[in-house]
């Protein structure tokens, strides 16, 4: 009878560098010093088995071809590959990696960020892991998964082509620096009557890249205040259909409050209620 192989977000390769490379950005952000950096540049070097295994989930997950055999070729090289890799060492590696992360970040927020090539990575990794452990149905699950998404990306590409972006990369560094300061102040200007609350959440949902607990904190802090200060425009209101729209606005707030990690929707919800805030204080003159 053959064991399961059961994927670990904390011991795949791929996850662990995508985690580590959102975490510097928001490092950056916050001005923190370069922790998420220099545990990049310690573990996923060349020279690492880490950075060794790294490559063979980067060559899956980007290279494409037209036809499933040219995918499965290119699979059977890889995995050629990946059994040279020293795994006592890849293990112990892994294990410093995640202590040392563990040591300088919430582990639990580090890795609650949600992973947009998650099925991706859980197939190579499993298969991977086929190699010591006896699955074929897992193996067989996994590798067609990623036959899927070496074929499927290259179609994708070829439809998704478009020429401006193409110029657009082909142009002058100094264009391109161009085009994104006329874009950056066409967005200041399109946004530039947003309130200090709206413009502070837009600050968090963009700091909170990879710490998605600190942002539903926030969120859910943020709403039980809204709908306290919506509450407390309730007496003055004198007309009876607003006051019934008030009320079921009050009601729906509810929902800021679902859910384990903050969706697109309840961060746009959440500026909505600001902005019905500031146009309750306005009528009121406050």
Do not use: W
Not at 27 to 56: C, W
Not at 84 to 97: A, D, M, P, V
Not at 106 to 116: L, P, T, V
Not at 147 to 169: A, C, H, L, Q, W
Request: aromatic letters at 8%.
């Amino acid at each position: 009878m053959s064991n399961k192989i059961k994927h670990s977000k904390v011991r795949n390769t791929g996850i662990l560098f995508e985690l580590l490379t959102r975490q510097i950005t928001a490092d950056i952000i916050e001005n923190r010093d370069g922790l998420a950096v220099n545990l990049l540049k310690k573990y996923f070097s060349p020279k690492t088995q880490l950075g060794k295994e790294y490559e063979l989930y980067r060559i899956l997950t980007t290279e494409t071809y037209n036809s499933e055999s040219k995918a499965n070729h290119l699979i059977n090289a890889v995995m050629k590959t990946y059994n040279k890799i020293n795994r006592s060492e890849l293990r112990r590696e892994k294990y410093n990696l995640v202590n040392e992360i563990k040591n300088t970040y919430k582990i639990s927020d580090f890795f609650m960020a949600r992973i947009g090539n998650y099925k991706l990575n859980a197939s190579i990794y499993k298969l991977f892991e086929s190699i010591t452990i006896s699955d074929p149905s897992s193996e067989t699950n996994a590798r067609y998964t990623i036959v899927e998404s070496i074929t499927r990306k290259k179609m994708v590409e070829s439809v998704k082509s478009n020429k401006t972006i193409e110029n657009y990369k082909k142009s002058e560094k100094d264009l391109r620096l161009l085009t994104y300061q006329v874009l950056v102040e066409k967005f200041n200007k399109k946004y530039k009557g947003l309130s200090g609350s709206q413009r502070n959440l837009l600050r968090k949902y963009i700091n909170n890249i990879s710490n998605t607990n600190s942002l539903k904190e926030f969120v859910e802090k943020e709403s039980i205040e809204v709908k306290k200060q919506l509450q407390s425009f309730l007496p003055n209101i004198d007309d009876e259909v607003t006051s019934i729209k008030l009320k079921e606005a009050i009601k729906q707030s509810d929902k800021l409050l679902r859910g384990r990690i903050v969706e697109d929707s309840q961060v746009i919800t959440l500026m909505r209620y600001y902005q019905l805030l500031k146009e309750l204080k306005d009528v009121a003159g406050k």
